[in-house]
């Protein structure tokens, strides 16, 4: 990160009273200055991977790929193995985009978390719009787990099985799956996926589950009673869409513990920390010490394998076509130059590192 953005970011934090994680950073101790580490390298030396989300339409552009491929040593399809994508008419199967975001991730080295085979949105037009007894719903999903996740078997580090199955108040979320097949669709899938790639780490994945609260809570006691039942699970996936005017989840690193607790991995899996636009010194200083304070939780825990941003730079970002006037919620900014949220992130895992 430029030295003089560094400086005048220590400047309006002091100035607003808010010295934090910055403050162990002076900008003459700069972390670039004889550095070619990346996020990677040094989650690696914790080892844990630090990764990013990438999509195919970014494929084209080079100076991305560059970064993508150099500074983070794991990568998530944002939207390649949905099953929009996967299988866009019943029975025919389409891999062309999750094996190109495969491919690069194995010729860069890194490791690739598979997202994701059960959820309620980006579905097929012939699935939201069909009508399906129980019965054929089960032996459909069954094909698409089972074809999909066979296709990568050995290829992926972990797959997303079911993605986001909870409401706010911990209730079961009202899905074609839910509702067509009842709470079992979770167990059966998780079958299913076991038997298709029995390497893969099998992940449970939603949002708003960072803090301890009733949709996290859900997710423990569903959890738990998988385990009881023998029921192949070996992680939960927190992803991590942050915004600042809502507030730390202060109870992450609790809540990540009692879930390794259970004996599960736990990893922060489409981390991004949005604010209001446009951006200044102050909320990007705020930002920084938040991505610093997700990567210390996770550093914290011992079954947290590692965080992935939900994209790293703010030109590919989901946020500002979804919620109308935020952003700037990745570590790079719309020109793919680090922000402080970048060096406060390398800070936190250098410093869990050395020790
Ligand atoms: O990043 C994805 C974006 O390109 C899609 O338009 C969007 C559609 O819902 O999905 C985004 O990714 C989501 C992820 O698959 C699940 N968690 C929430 C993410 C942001 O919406």
Redesign the pocket.
Known sequence: MPHRLAASVAASLAAAGLVTAMAATPASAGPDRHDDTTLGRLAADTHRYFGS?T?NPEFSDAAYLGILGSEFNSTTA??AL?WYATEPQQGVFDFTQGDQVLDFARRHHMSFRA??LV?H??LPDWLNNGTFTADQLRAILKKHITTVARHYKGKVYSW?VV??AFNEDGTYRDTIFYRTLGPGYIADALRWAREADPHAKLYL???NIEAIGPKSDAYYALVKSLRAQHVPIDGVGF?G?LALQYGYPDTLEQNLRRFADLGLDVAI??LDIRMYVPADATKLATQADWYARVTKACLAVRRCVGITV??YTDKY???P??FQGEGAALPYDENLQPKPAYTAIRDALRSAGRH
Do not use: L, P, R
Request: proline share 0%; glycine share 4%; no cysteine.
């Open positions: 989300a999509d944002g939207n949905k997202h994701t959820w949105n980006q997303d993605n986001e994945n939603d949002y992803q869409h899996t489409e939900w994209d970002s989901w946020i076509a979804v």
